[in-house]
Nanobody
């Protein structure tokens, strides 16, 4: 059974940094496009960043230049380095992996990790 477990969230002051991790067990992540999403209270879940199996990255405009997505296939782990955090980054952050390489197969999601940016 595939499980995704996020960690690294917490309370940080504006301008601070956090590094989120997403550990994948039960199956690997090396062949998949992996993604970080976030959901703030009262808002829809939105894409933060994703990374292809070959390491090509894509970011939401709101986080470009501040966040960096990366992956370590040997460790079955994906990361999100978040710098220059703002109050509007406050949300629950989720990682996502496709269930298979077959289009339309759906996704596995982690349980989420809370990030709160506040002074």
């Amino acid at each position: 059974q595939v499980q995704l477990v996020e960690s690294g969230g917490g309370l940080v002051q504006p301008g601070g940094s956090l590094r989120l991790s997403c550990a994948v067990s039960g199956s690997g992540l090396s062949i998949y496009r992996m993604a970080w999403y976030r959901q703030a209270p009262g808002k829809e879940r939105e894409l933060v960043a994703d990374i292809t199996s070959g390491g090509i990255t894509n970011y939401a405009d709101s986080v470009k230049g501040r966040f960096t997505i990366s992956r370590d296939n040997a460790k079955n782990t994906m990361y999100l380095q978040m710098n220059s955090l703002k109050s509007e980054d406050t949300a629950v952050y989720y990682c996502r992996r496709p269930k298979s390489s077959r289009p339309g197969a759906g996704y596995y999601w982690g349980q989420g990790t809370q990030v709160t940016v506040s002074s």
